[in-house]
């Protein structure tokens, strides 16, 4: 097709064509189809990292599991569609769909409403992670999944980038792994030649040392932000993408006293500190993230593990009964924000002004006779708090850069 001028497809403004599609006998008209198509350039590069329509940006992500919550994992449209709009106005521009293929209706939210999409499909290739996972069809089935996901999918614009696995256990091998990662890349290549192609990498200096990482065209490490140095360094390709970053734990409208910054904060309750200071042992605060996002020019993004709590995986109560579901969430379950929407929001989104309080003030009985934390976020570079009129001080952020950001401490 030639198109001339066309109006060019992003998340600020998602702007579709239809192609209508016939097919013909006799001078007449057997079949029709209506398809959406969106005009836009995608490239990734030493120079100028993540481009979109010809342009550097920072993809501001966020990870979303396949269910829909409390609606499981029946396709909703109306709730794809709450979603969307649910992180667009938090300021995110790309959701990662970890680790499932997605369905023609939420790419068809995501073209419309402007996301960008990383399609992800598998979450272990040969060597098992369970005993009935994928590894049991994948050389049979890796080829033909990869297949119909691009052919599916190759269309929408909103995607932007494929993933052909998530902390894959083939990283360390030199061989097999290896050979894997450029035969499933190399299809994807050869279906859509107009797309980079990632995974997220867990194991850093396995994939480093096999030559795993250097075989793609996007180095993507999920968490590991002290190696990112080390990860830039070591390949070709001069941009690191934070494939899977944060793994901030926390529950909605529940403050721990005392205040604790904590990797290992667990409690007779079964909930989390929604202050925002709890983390797990392999990852981190989000402050680490945006601080490699600002200093370093050479990362290219992030995908927020995760922008939605979702069911199972509900670490640190793993043998915690009735803990079903995650705590990563930026929102809970539900959809509804945690504290931590307004801190992501503070940062990523550029139209709109946050100002945050937390904690909320219907807490409740225990925080009569105590010091309570307050957090707030903001955009602004200074507020003052306020309680029953009276100036609580003011505070003001400090924006200079960390010259040890993304390296071994």
Known sequence: LTMSKPLLWSPESPTLYKVRSRLMKNNKVVDETITNLGVRTVS???EGGFMLNGVSRKIQGVCLHHDLGPLGAAINKAALIRQVKLMKEMGCDAIRTSHN???TMQMDVCDSLGMMVMAESFDMWIYPKCKNGYARFFKEWAEKDITNLVLNHRNHPSIVMWSIGNEIPEQWDKNAGVEWAKRLQDLCHKLDPTRPVTQGMDRVDNALN????EVMDVVGLNYRTHKYDAAYKKTSKGFILGSETASTVSSRG???L?????NHGV????QCSSYDNEWCSWSNLPDVDFENMDDLSWTIGQFVWTGIDYLGEPTPYDLYWPSRSSYFGICDLAGLPKDRYY???SVWNKDSHTLHIAPHWSWGKEMVGKTVPVQVYTDFDEAELFINGKSQGKRKKDNTPNPNAGQDS
């Open 343 to 345: 801190l992501y929001r």
């Open 44 to 46: 990734v590069s030493r």
């Open 258 to 262: 005392p205040y604790k910054t904590t």
């Open 267 to 270: 409690y007779g309750d079964g």
């Open 210 to 213: 096999s030559g795993f990482a």
């Open 254 to 256: 529940v403050y721990k």
């Open 101 to 103: 293929m997605p369905s």
